[in-house]
């Protein structure tokens, strides 16, 4: 596997357990790889849906505590509990006893659909909770400020063009913030739970997501009903810059 993909996730989950130590967000992506360290997945090992890192209501009112709820409970749940049952059904073919997101993303073309949709709803949906907090939003500080000014001319423009890129997705998908393995900052969208570590063609920008929004319906139907933009707009208050930043700066 390509060297980068693999240092990238791995600073990814060094990343969630740098912003998240108390709850066990942060050790979704690092306990599978300590696990696979010490002795693989084979001997029962599964994947868990992560504590939230604050309350279903804690980003109100910006995004209500239904959806949050719902969300996390039933459809990250969802992608977990499916998760494990595609990898049951592999039956350790393709992927061996080396069952971790990074070995499922590089091989995904070869898996089957299950599993590429289910692990990518268990990182996408992990990473977002961790990229957002109360009382958040307002503008990056640091590095991640300095790159999004010296790429995109300001952070107006980069705000801009990233929500057009959630605006323009047809149908289900994502918007993303990604670090190139050349250090580039690009603005790029992937359909359905495909994410930019994905070893895909149709992945048109790979590499390490810095900044993840989720712009499914059943992000924002409960409170903003088929009104995406409504959505974004309130989504830019609770983004969590400090993630951003230890994601792009790691
Ligand atoms: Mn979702």
Do not use: C
């Not at 690092?30 to 604050?54: H, Q, R, T, V, W």
């Not at 749940?77 to 494990?84: E, L, S, T």
């Not at 580039?184 to 048109?204: G, H």
């Amino acid at each position: 596997m390509e060297n980068s993909r693999r240092d990238f996730i791995k600073k990814s989950a060094l990343a969630f357990g740098a912003i998240a130590i108390s709850s066990s967000i942060g050790n979704v992506l690092s306990a599978n790889e300590s696990l696979e360290k010490e002795n693989g997945l084979a001997d029962g090992g599964k994947f868990i849906l992560p504590a939230l890192p604050y309350a279903y209501d804690a980003l109100e009112p910006h995004i209500d505590k239904l959806t949050m709820e719902i969300h996390h409970s039933k459809h990250h749940k969802a992608y977990v509990d499916n998760m494990n049952k595609a990898l049951e059904a592999l039956d350790g073919k393709i992927l061996g006893t080396s069952q971790t997101v990074e070995t499922i993303f590089d091989n995904v073309a070869k898996l089957p659909m299950a599993l590429r949709n289910n692990a990518g709803g268990h990182y996408n949906h992990s990473l977002f909770w961790s990229l957002m907090k109360p009382n958040g939003g307002g503008e990056p500080k640091g590095k991640l400020a300095d790159a999004i000014k010296t790429t995109f001319g300001s952070f107006e423009e980069f705000k801009k063009q990233f929500t057009d890129a959630g605006m323009k997705r047809f149908g289900s998908g994502w918007a993303w913030l990604v670090k190139t393995k050349e250090g580039k900052l690009v603005i790029s969208s992937t359909a359905n739970q495909d994410n930019p570590l994905m070893n895909l063609e149709s992945v048109e920008v790979k590499g390490m997501p810095v900044l993840a929004l989720d712009v499914w319906e059943h992000a924002y139907y409960l409170k903003n009903q088929n009104k995406r933009a409504d959505y974004i707009t309130s989504w830019w208050n609770v983004v969590n810059w400090e993630t951003a930043e230890n994601i792009y700066t790691i």
